[in-house]
């Protein structure tokens, strides 16, 4: 069974820059997630799908950050613009249904310069 | 939001020791993972512990979900167990997930 796939695995880009993250899911899997994780700290939800709706978006920084999942499967993240302090891993991950075990892609590491 | 602590932030072992990792929460869960994070990175799936005791070859943990704490038991460690260790846990009210602090963990040959 194919785990969940992100790409690009790293980008550097510019502050004030835009920048778009893609998640596609475990097949079959309702939910989605998206973290960021900066260095040295656990990771922190940003927002929670369930199907192609949004559970929880509390901690996304709405001014900048967006997100969506189109039919329920596949997800961007995008960031714009983009500051220093957004310089972090992004992780997407999937799970059967919500409070259901997570299972974790490699991640995007962003830097922001 | 739920305060999920990690113990001991560091730990150094020889190879072929044992070692014990702890995880306190502040509210009830109705999900807990334990994760352990490779040097490249990846989160990779340990346990999916709510409550109760699981084992996995040399790897084994255990949740008192009324007190408010995990356990994660490594015996024999070896250099590949190195890495990050990090205890989630979803509370019962609310759709959040939370990650503690992670317990860095350094087997030396």
């Known amino acids: 069974e194919a785990g969940v796939a992100q790409s690009p695995r790293y980008k550097i880009i510019e502050k004030r820059q835009s920048v778009a993250f893609w998640c596609n899911p475990i097949s079959g899997h309702a939910t989605l997630y998206w973290y960021q994780q900066i260095l040295g700290q656990g990771p922190k939800l940003l927002i929670q799908f369930q199907n192609n709706g949004v559970v929880d978006d509390s901690q996304l920084p709405k001014d900048r950050f967006s997100a969506e999942r189109l039919k329920g499967v596949d997800s961007t993240l995008k960031i714009q613009p983009a500051k220093l302090e957004d310089s972090a891993v992004y992780l997407c991950?999937?799970?059967?249904?919500?409070?259901?075990?997570?299972?974790f892609g490699p991640g995007t590491r962003l830097t922001v310069l | 939001g739920i305060q999920v602590e990690q113990s001991p932030p560091d730990l150094i072992l020889q190879e072929g020791a044992n070692s014990t990792l702890r995880c306190n929460f502040s509210?009830?869960?109705?999900?807990l993972q334990w994760f352990h994070q490779n040097p490249w990175g990846q989160l990779i799936n340990l346990f999916y512990i709510p409550s109760g005791t699981k084992q996995n070859g040399r790897l084994s943990a255990t949740t008192v979900a009324t007190e408010r704490y995990s356990l994660l038991y490594i015996s024999s460690s070896q250099t590949t167990d190195s890495g990050v260790y990090f205890c989630?846990?979803?509370?019962?009210?609310?759709?959040?997930?939370?990650f503690g602090t992670g317990t860095s963990l350094t087997v030396i040959p």
């Open positions: 989630a846990v979803g509370p019962r009210s609310g759709n959040q997930f939370y």
């Open positions: 509210d009830s869960v109705n999900n």
């Open positions: 991950a999937s799970s059967l249904d919500r409070r259901h075990e997570q299972f």
